[in-house]
């Protein structure tokens, strides 16, 4: 959870080869890669990481795909971060990223700040294999598809990707606010990642029992006490397999996402002097069970209650405190 290893979002290419060597390459379709690992904290890899799956895909005929949502940062990251490409641009690390996959596909709302998305793909063959799935997921490709303001609104988005004084400003806050509060001894992912600073709720919460979902109850409890509003990276995220039985998630986090040009400094103060807050009365916070818990995707669409009144309790402490501030 915490460590200075500066590319934690690396693949481990010895168990990619120990899996290819078990279920045989026929049976694995593709090899896909985050940049910037969402459900580890926004852990990014290194470029020297990305060649060496590149060589190992190369040698079994596998295709690589990337998802590239989380560019920006990633991209950041190895300029700052990775001895070997000191000094060279944004630009040119981003043409060698892009040189070494097969498709790359992204979600425009966090690379470009627009609606919608895209898929960059190669090979012509892998193009052809893929549009029959096109009108199965999203309509034919003649039904109108994104907006020409859309499309521009990309075509922005994308120039700035390549702007280091644009994309440095999400992970310099990031590292504000992982900083501030570690200081204050709130556990935190450490290195900063991208996408924002993600609290270690098993460590914040260490009286709940996983099934209570503490990033879940965390998230609340920081909505209930400062209005900044969090998601939870955990058990709750997980699906119950077809016996029903709960997987528990090898992390549980509570990510205070940060895109870049959204918030000031003084709002990520103010979010680290409540969460601080927070830490020193997390005895008060309980656990969290379901009211309702859809089969499919139930962390968008179920709901949830508190066990007991622990909500009512905290709340209570709040306003000793700080009487009717929110």
Known sequence: MTSAHPFKGNLDLGRL??????????HIPFVRLETGTNLIGGQPHSLAN???????????????????????DNLWFIAEREEAEQGRTIAQIARDIADLCDIVYFSARKITCARGGGILIRDEEVYKRMRGLVPLYEGFLTYGGMSVREMEAMTVGLDELLDIDNICQGPQFIAHMVAELADRGVPVITPPGGLGCHVNAREFLPHLDPRQYPA???????????GVRGMERGTLSEQRDEKGVEPIAEMELVRLAMPRRVFTLSQVNYAVDRISWLYSKRHLIGGLRWIEEPEVLRFFYGRLEPIGDWQDALVAEFRADFGDSL
């Open 50 to 72: 990305l060649r060496e799956l590149r060589a190992v895909c190369d040698e079994h005929g596998l295709l690589l795909v990337m998802d590239a949502s989380l560019l920006s």
């Open 17 to 26: 080869r120990d899996l290819i060597a078990q279920v045989g390459v026929e």
């Open 216 to 226: 879940g109850a965390l998230a609340a409890a920081i909505y209930l006490t400062s």
